[in-house]
């Protein structure tokens, strides 16, 4: 096995959420023995996130996103990559294709599911062929969900003997903020698709990160107010199910045996019952198509962009520290079997509960999952971790994962 003198180097350790990571690693106590290094293009910035988590004696890699003799000197010192640049559409191919090339295991934070697909195409069989495991989705989107559904399949084959041949996941409760780079990569995912009725069509396929998949059914999409008999309650549509949900699929494309072919996977978010339940619905759930309209026509970008965070801004420390998330998973089998779990985060879910998965998926990547066990391509959470990472985000992320009923 070949030594390298880190185990994870953190790309764009300066952006928002690459700081609150670097402060999560530095505090990693389970993991005195680390060998990490923060890298980026300005070395001001660089210092001043040493500075401001207490590590003076973290190694600076200078790098840009698009320099790839940079990147590959960047890429011959680690197990592992973790980047926090986007938006990934702009900035983040050059990377994946160094560390495809090169057999560097990878994670990011992307919920760019039109890149996502487009790095599929160009670059699973590289990393198949030199081993390294790109794992996309390491945050919110995709891990809640994408290990939510692995470890409600696992209890339904301890409790069944068989799989959910349908899951379908509700957001009860969630407190948190966006970003500025959040909203910088929503908004160039609706610019690229507003030109482009190709593209528009691959992103409304929900199996559109499952090139070569046969074995298809029509996929539930919950609307935009309506009353869902599962949870009891009026529900709009989860703004993260456009991500999620792909990457779910292909997981159960990816894992061997799958989950079930064909396998049902639709999400929504429950915003209450009765009279009032429904007027919330009806009214976040016309806000929510009037923001993606907006969002889809040049001038209404113009003033999005105007009046949206900036890329480097977010949520403080204290809105992190206050927000939370419980997410159920309610499942069936084919032979009419339910079940329902629960996965639950007690920090913010898009910045400081992103930053613990973040962080512990790349640890798992770098110490636990062996290239003899899983090999190289373009992966998932769950087709990557698995197991090894629902026991680490449970012990050390403030995740938690359990059976309801």
Known sequence: MAEYKYDIVVFGASSFVGEILCNYLAGCKEEPALRWAIAGRS???????????????????IAEANDETALRKLCSQTRVVTTTVGPYALYGETLVKVCAETGTDYCDLTGEVQWIRKMVDRYDSVAQASGARIVNCCGFDSIPSDLGVFY???????????????????VKAAKGGLSGGTF???????KEAAGNPALRKEMADPYSLCPGETDKA??????????DSLSNSWTIPFIMAAINTRVVQRSNFLLKPAYAKPFLYDEAMQVGEG?????????????????MV??????????????????????????QKNGYYDLRFYGSTAKGKTLLCKVTG??????????KMLGQASICLARDIDKNEVGGGLLTPASCFGNTL?????????????VIE
């Not at 629902?390 to 359990?402: C, D, N, Q, V």
């Open 43 to 61: 070395a001001s910035k660089l210092e001043a996130v040493k500075a401001k988590i207490g590590k003076a004696d973290l190694d600076i890699i």
């Open 152 to 170: 409600t399949q696992q209890q339904s084959q301890e409790l069944f003997g068989e799989n959910c041949n349908k899951i379908q996941m509700r």
């Open 184 to 190: 910088a990569s929503l908004i160039n995912v609706m």
């Open 218 to 227: 029509r996929q539930i999409n919950p609307g935009l107010a309506q009353f």
């Open 275 to 291: 009279l009032g339940g429904r007027l919330r619905a009806t009214a976040m759930g016309g806000g929510l198509a009037g923001f």
């Open 294 to 319: 907006t969002a889809s026509l040049k001038p209404g970008r113009w003033v999005l962009e105007r009046l949206l965070p900036s890329p480097g801004e977010g949520p403080s420390p204290e809105d």
């Open 346 to 355: 007690d920090r913010d879910p898009g910045y400081g509960s992103t930053a």
């Open 390 to 402: 629902i026991e680490r985000l449970k012990a050390y992320s403030g995740l938690s994962f359990s």
